[in-house]
């Protein structure tokens, strides 16, 4: 099955910007789901944004607007352009597939802080 490995996460400001990859070991052309979710200390994991082979995407309201997700089929890579961080932005970020069984990436930090 296909590895997912994140990467691109770090600190940032607020109101600053951050492109995180999610880069699989094989080819993702056949993968109909992948996704990008987050964790913040004490709370659920939650979906921020997905994208379906074929290039319809969803984002959550709280990043509606900031974020955008992105896949290039030929790189095998799932991108999340963030921008406009907030604080509340901060937390742990895994990428997803969907491909026969879930698929999960080990994570990335995100924090956002002066």
């Known amino acids: 099955q296909v590895q997912l490995v994140e990467s691109g996460g770090g600190l940032v400001q607020p109101g600053g910007s951050l492109r995180l990859s999610c880069a699989a070991s094989?080819?993702?052309?056949?993968?109909?789901?992948m996704g990008w979710y987050r964790q913040a200390p004490g709370k659920q994991r939650e979906l921020v944004a997905s994208?379906?082979?074929?290039?319809?995407?969803n984002y959550a309201d709280s990043v509606k607007g900031r974020f955008t997700i992105s896949r290039d089929n030929a790189k095998n890579t799932m991108y999340l352009q963030m921008n406009s961080l907030k604080p509340e932005d901060t937390a742990v970020y895994y990428c997803?597939?969907?491909?026969?069984?879930?698929?999960w990436g080990q994570g990335t930090q995100v924090t956002v802080s002066s």
């Open positions: 997803k597939a969907v491909s026969g069984m879930f698929i």
């Open positions: 094989g080819s993702i052309v056949n993968i109909y789901f």
């Open positions: 994208i379906i082979k074929g290039g319809t995407t």
